[in-house]
């Protein structure tokens, strides 16, 4: 078994401490001083989020997505309501970018060869035999993972300039290690397609199965001729060889056991006509055969061990890999989802309502949002009405986008989108408005939407939702009645409010349905308009629903208070389920009851009860109140046309603007292509012109005496300066800026301006007499000299300046390396001659001294001992010198490094018989020594 030792050694190097998970607990602000108390509260905030969750209905969502998972860990994880939820917007956003990178993939990615081994990389730890079904799961696993990897590097290089946007798809894979040595010896050792381990797999089972070869070969051919001699004796109706017992054996009539003397009975046939018996010149060899067959079981026992013992040390390694296998595969699972409902990325805010310029400004602007669970079902009926329509099997129709974009955009009448409106100085939203009128429904909308936002998944909004990233979102919607706990709807509520205020932070968004309902209307109206008092100083947003119209003055009172009505059409009596901001609703009990089928008696005496219990100054005010409401509502619309009218034109501006970005950058690219191809004919020209020189020189030195040696290469030499000169100007190729002396800064304009740290700032009054600007970073207006501002520069310009320049540069390298080579060969030449020389002169003085050729290295007189170790240098440098011939040069290349194989090298060149003498390393050829073989 040495391969797979030496194998498996190599392998099981120690893996970083690198694990995450898919939750965790949430992030909430403790003032508490306790241990104790601290840890209450997380705990209590934790169970409270999840219950949030619950009545939010995340799980049904999450097995929403699961339809669009690629593995079984994907599935498991989203049907188990454990999709990723981000508790920190830093997370929140890094998925976010890894929904939007896996939108923007032009194809799916193939997942089909991912398997869910964790369950095997646990046995394995546990000291559990993996099998080799097991073993080739996990090869298969290794081998899908890396090909994803490879897959979307491959797109990232081909998609040029664009190719970040699939960065964060690449990060999630970047820091695995695919264990590929592990997945290779796998696949040398092991037939996954026949689940049989190969021969090769370790020496000794090579030799046990080649000799149970040749042993069943040897009984095989002995089994054949008895069973022949007992068909032609009669004994048997053909020729039967079969094993029986683990044993190979032969079948012949009872009544002719005498055929076999001495012969073995293995089994008789149920009948009793037919004995199964051991010849006696094969029981030698079946007991071969038993214990070469148990020793291949041991041997093949053992390979499988090692391969355990591998994956059990590459445990953590491998289950960060299948950690990083199932984010991908849910990050790709939210964008397909978004898809499929239509979905837009919505825009996180993190820092409240202070960053906003005026109080009119939005904290919440989503416009003409669904409700993901409602939308379901309208989204399959109309991808099944396409698929009918275009024939296509897929129910998702996701071949037929534009079918599908038409069908959505002649989408029916449920559900109705809702636009949720929240102003950034709103603390409390109070929701009122008749019973089924979609109240808790909205609600539930806007907490869905947050936790969908912070678990970075797609809206089904338009445009660009805007919300912000809430730390906690609590909500307290439903009966919390309980008879083990003694706790009445009222009790219930009032117990689920007070949990929630103990962990709710400045960061938190609360949900309360029907606050103060369940009790006396006076005591419920009074606690409830105590409890928004308290959360509007300590949450970042609270909505809640009632019925209490004395909780919708409290706006009267206070800035921090919004209302929000439910509309309802009293023509034909029913809700039409959309929000009207800053407006009260009424509950339309009767009307609503009237609708249903109620007695027109009974209703009559209602409205007597409610004329006797509303004064009529308070009707009067209502009216009044009512009525300035839809004045203020009209006005907001004739607003709302006017930007709307406004936008039209900026966007058409935009529009003309873009266009002729585009052409500049098209303008752009063409010159760029054409200065690209300029300078590779300049280096070819070049290339060839001096190759022409080098060729030429070398034709005329074989007729060239050694007078005219010293001409020649004057001339080749000034040939080689004067392309040199012309493909190389001396002045420098750095990108130069434009001189600013003559810039003036325009009004509207972005600036780099040097006393903010070449910040840009925007130009807000022209070049005044002293030849000052004032320019607006941020909300700071500054008046600065003009000689500390800078134009905004064209990026993509410089950069594409510098790229040519690069590549001029990299002509005038290659050049100087051509002539280099050419000085390389002169310099050779006149080694040669001089040596030459001296031989002549050395012969003529003593005819003894040996000669050893021109001193030119070529491949074949140099042997390359970097990266060695000692031994293995050594071992190289004794071959290579007892190689080389009689009178021959040594070029051994040892490098600078620490100096240990330089030692060891010129240790071996000291002590050799064969080495006369050798020449350390030159200022010209560093890293070698040269040396002379008798």
């Given at each position: 078994m040495e391969l797979c030792n030496t194998f498996i050694a190599t392998v099981n190097t120690p893996p970083p401490n690198r694990c995450r998970t898919l939750t965790r607990r949430p992030t909430i602000s403790i003032s508490a001083t306790t241990p104790d108390s601290t840890h209450h509260r997380l705990r209590l905030a934790e169970t409270l989020q999840n219950e949030t969750l619950e009545t939010l209905e995340w799980p049904s969502l999450c097995n929403q997505v699961s339809a669009f998972t690629s593995t079984a860990m994907g599935l498991a994880a989203a049907?188990?309501?454990?999709?990723?939820?981000?508790?920190?917007?830093?997370?929140?956003?890094?998925?976010?970018?890894?929904?939007?990178?896996?939108?923007?993939?032009?194809?799916?990615?193939?997942?089909?060869?991912?398997?869910?081994?964790?369950?095997?990389?646990?046995?394995?730890?546990?000291?559990?035999?993996?099998?080799?079904?097991?073993?080739?799961?996990?090869?298969?696993?290794?081998?899908?993972?890396?090909?994803?990897?490879?897959?979307?590097?491959?797109?990232?290089?081909?998609?040029?300039?664009?190719?970040?946007?699939?960065?964060?798809?690449?990060?999630?894979?970047?820091?695995?290690?695919?264990?590929?040595?592990?997945?290779?010896?796998?696949?040398?050792?092991?037939?996954?397609?026949?689940?049989?381990?190969?021969?090769?797999?370790?020496?000794?089972?090579?030799?046990?199965?080649?000799?149970?070869?040749?042993?069943?070969?040897n009984l095989d051919s002995l089994l054949k001729k008895v069973s022949a001699r007992i068909f032609q004796g009669g004994g048997i109706d053909r020729p039967l060889i079969t094993k029986r017992r683990s044993r190979m054996c032969v079948?012949?009539?009872?009544?002719?056991?005498?055929?076999?003397?001495?012969?073995?009975?293995?089994?008789?046939?149920?009948?009793?006509?037919?004995?199964?018996?051991?010849?006696?010149?094969?029981?030698?060899?079946?007991?071969?055969?038993?214990?070469?067959?148990?020793?291949?079981?041991?041997?093949?026992?053992?390979?499988?061990?090692?391969?355990?013992?591998?994956?059990?040390?590459?445990?953590?390694?491998?289950?960060?890999?299948?950690?990083?296998?199932?984010?991908?595969?849910?990050?790709?699972?939210?964008?397909?989802?978004?898809?499929?409902m239509h979905g837009v990325c919505p825009n996180l805010t993190t820092d409240g309502f202070e960053s906003y310029e005026t109080d009119s400004s939005l904290l919440i602007d989503i416009e003409a949002i669904q409700h993901p669970l409602l939308l379901e079902t309208f989204l399959k009926n109309s991808s099944d009405l396409i698929a009918s329509k275009s024939g296509s099997s897929d129910p998702l129709n996701r071949g037929n986008g534009a079918m599908k974009s038409e069908a959505f955009s002649d989408s029916c009448d449920f559900p109705v989108p809702i636009d949720i409106k929240v102003g950034c100085s709103t603390k409390v939203v109070v929701i009122s408005g008749p019973n089924t009128g979609g109240k808790t429904a909205s609600m539930k909308t806007l907490g869905l939407a947050s936790v969908m936002s912070k678990a970075g998944m797609y809206l089904p909004a338009k445009r660009q939702p805007r919300l912000p990233w809430f730390d906690l979102i609590?909500?307290?919607i439903g009966d919390h009645q309980s008879l083990e706990q003694n706790l009445s709807t009222f009790s219930g509520h009032i117990s689920q409010l007070c949990k929630m205020l103990e962990v709710a932070s400045k960061e938190s968004l609360v949900l309360i349905d029907e606050i103060g309902?369940?009790?006396?209307?006076?005591?419920?109206?009074?606690?409830?308009?105590?409890?928004?008092?308290?959360?509007?100083?300590?949450?970042?947003?609270?909505?809640?629903?009632?019925?209490?119209a004395d909780l919708t003055r409290l706006k009267e009172r206070d800035t921090r208070f919004e209302n929000a009505a439910m509309e309802f059409s009293l023509e034909t009596l029913q809700p039409t389920y959309q929000i009207l901001w800053g407006s009260r609703g009424d509950s339309n009990a009767l009307s609503i009851a009237k609708s249903i089928g109620f007695d027109d008696k009974i209703i009559e005496r209602a409205q007597v009860w409610v004329d006797k219990l509303m004064p009529e100054k308070q009707k009067t005010r209502q009216s009044l109140l009512y009525q300035s409401l839809m004045e203020e509502k009209n006005r907001l619309e004739t607003q709302a046309r006017g930007a709307a009218s406004l936008r039209s034109d900026v966007m058409n501006l935009y529009r003309e603007i873009r266009d002729e970005a585009e052409d500049l950058d098209r303008r752009e690219a063409v010159l760029m292509a054409n200065e690209t191809r300029k300078v590779k004919r300049e280096l070819k020209a070049a290339k060839s012109q001096i190759e022409s020189v080098?060729?030429?020189?070398?034709?005329?030195?074989?007729?060239?005496?050694?007078?005219?040696?010293?001409?020649?290469?004057?001339?080749?030499?000034?040939?080689?300066?004067?392309?040199?000169?012309?493909?190389?100007?001396?002045?420098?190729?750095?990108?130069?800026?434009?001189?600013?002396?003559?810039?003036?800064?325009?009004?509207?304009?972005?600036?780099?301006?040097?006393?903010?740290?070449?910040?840009?700032?925007?130009?807000?009054?022209?070049?005044?007499?002293?030849?000052?600007?004032?320019?607006?970073?941020?909300?700071?207006?500054i008046r600065v000299n003009k000689s500390n501002i800078k134009a905004l520069r064209n990026k993509n310009a410089i950069a594409a300046k510098s790229s040519v320049q690069n590549m001029k540069r990299q002509v005038c390298i290659l050049i100087n390396l051509w002539y280099g080579k050419f000085k390389f060969i002169v310099d050779n030449l006149l080694s040669v001659s001089q040596a030459k020389s001296a031989r002549n002169l050395s012969e003529f003085s003593n005819d003894k001294e040996v000669s050893y050729g021109p001193v030119v290295q070529t491949s074949k007189n140099t042997v390359d001992l970097r990266g060695m170790r000692v031994e293995e240098a050594s071992h190289f440098l004794n071959a290579a010198i007892g190689s080389k011939g009689s009178n021959s040069v040594l070029f051994i290349i040892h490098g600078m490094g620490t100096g240990v194989i330089k030692e060891c090298a010129i240790e071996i060149l000291k002590n050799h018989p064969r080495v006369t003498k050798f020449e350390q390393e030159s200022p010209m050829n560093y890293g070698c020594t040269v040396a002379y073989i008798n």
């Open positions: 049907q188990t309501a454990r999709l990723p939820i981000g508790w920190t917007p830093d997370e929140s956003r890094k998925l976010l970018d890894q929904t939007a990178a896996a939108v923007a993939l032009p194809r799916p990615l193939d997942f089909s060869g991912i398997e869910d081994v964790s369950q095997i990389v646990k046995s394995s730890v546990s000291g559990e035999l993996a099998s080799i079904s097991e073993l080739c799961a996990v090869k298969r696993t290794l081998r899908s993972a890396r090909e994803l990897f490879e897959k979307l590097e491959e797109l990232a290089l081909h998609d040029g300039d664009s190719s970040e946007r699939y960065l964060p798809l690449l990060d999630i894979l970047r820091s695995c290690n695919f264990l590929s040595e592990l997945e290779q010896k796998i696949g040398y050792c092991i037939d996954c397609n026949f689940s049989i381990i190969l021969d090769r797999a370790s020496e000794d089972l090579e030799i046990i199965r080649s000799e149970r070869k040749r042993n069943m070969e079948g012949i009539r009872a009544s002719h056991r005498s055929l076999l003397p001495d012969g073995i009975v293995l089994k008789i046939s149920s009948s009793g006509a037919t004995y199964f018996m051991e010849p006696k010149e094969a029981v030698e060899l079946n007991n071969l055969e038993v214990r070469l067959s148990n020793s291949e079981k041991v041997e093949e026992q053992a390979i499988l061990s090692l391969f355990t013992s591998a994956i059990a040390e590459s445990n953590i390694e491998i289950k960060y890999l299948l950690d990083r296998i199932l984010e991908l595969d849910l990050a790709l699972a939210r964008a397909a989802h978004g898809q499929w609590l909500a307290d309902s369940g009790t006396d209307p006076s005591e419920g109206v009074a606690l409830s308009a105590s409890i928004l008092q308290y959360l509007k100083d300590r949450v970042n947003l609270a909505v809640v629903t009632t019925h209490y080098i060729q030429e020189f070398e034709s005329q030195l074989r007729t060239t005496s050694a007078d005219q040696f010293s001409s020649l290469i004057k001339k080749s030499e000034s040939a080689i300066a004067s392309i040199v000169e012309a493909h190389c100007p001396s002045d420098d190729f750095s990108v130069r800026e434009t001189d600013d002396n003559s810039y003036t800064p325009q009004i509207g304009e972005q600036v780099h301006v040097e006393g903010l740290g070449n910040k840009l700032a925007t130009v807000v009054q022209a070049l005044d007499d002293d030849n000052t600007v004032l320019v607006q970073y941020g909300k700071i207006r």
